[in-house]
């Protein structure tokens, strides 16, 4: 068996207000996913990344690295147009989709996309998989002749990497601690969703009363049923 290629997913990795919470994760799990892996792909999205330097770094070198490119626009979120815009200043093959319930772009209107079930039903989204694996496929085997930028499209030049550089010590110091206090900020964001959920609290048992009856004689009882009230004897 063929050692697989590498995919890196583009996508909305945070909760949107339109989506129910979770969706984004489910869409990558139940489409995306199964899809890259009968193509024979391995699948990589940025919170898979697990290394401890700075996340931004590995994420834009994925994106330029990887084999494929999956780039989700539902939502139209901010972060995948910027991630996409990498993709394809190097030219290089991705395959655009999206729900249908988001709008097309007009900047790039004039590129293929999938369009899959949001819903995500069973029969819905095993059929989806089908027709993603398929474009996979074949972007796969049209990659030198199809158009995946403005770049080719234009006959611009595409961009290209470097020599790399070898970062300074401090430099590395400095990516770390920011990558530790952005650690840190997500817990306190956790947290702090933590602290304003509503919370279920027992209502405290009724107090009980006294009822005189008699001078010098007490005694104290539960308080009676609703709608029945005991008159003290005085």
Known sequence: MSKKKSCFVIMPISDNVDYPEGHFSRVYQHLIKPACEQANYEPLRADDVK????????????????????????????????????RQAFDKPVVLIKDSKTKRIF????????????????????????????????TTKNEIEDVNSLVSLLSIKSASLGESKEISPE????????????????????????????????????????????????????????????????
């Open 171 to 234: 430099s590395k110091l400095i990516l770390n601690s920011l990558s530790e206090i952005e650690k840190r900020l997500s817990s306190m964001e956790d947290l702090a969703e933590m602290v304003q959920r509503p919370r279920f609290t027992v209502p405290p048992p009724p107090r009980e009363t006294t009822k005189f009856y008699g001078i010098g004689f007490n005694e104290t009882i539960p308080p009676p049923p609703p709608g029945l009230d005991i008159e003290s004897n005085e």
């Open 51 to 86: 290394k401890t330097n700075y996340i931004a770094i590995d994420v834009v070198r994925r994106i330029i690295e990887s084999d494929m490119v999956i780039c989700d626009l539902s939502s139209q979120n901010p972060n995948v147009l910027y991630e996409l815009g990498i």
């Open 107 to 138: 900047d790039i209107q004039g590129f293929r996309d999938f369009e899959y079930d949001e819903t995500l039903r069973v029969d819905s989204v095993q059929e989806d998989i089908k027709k993603l694996t398929e474009i996979i496929y074949s």
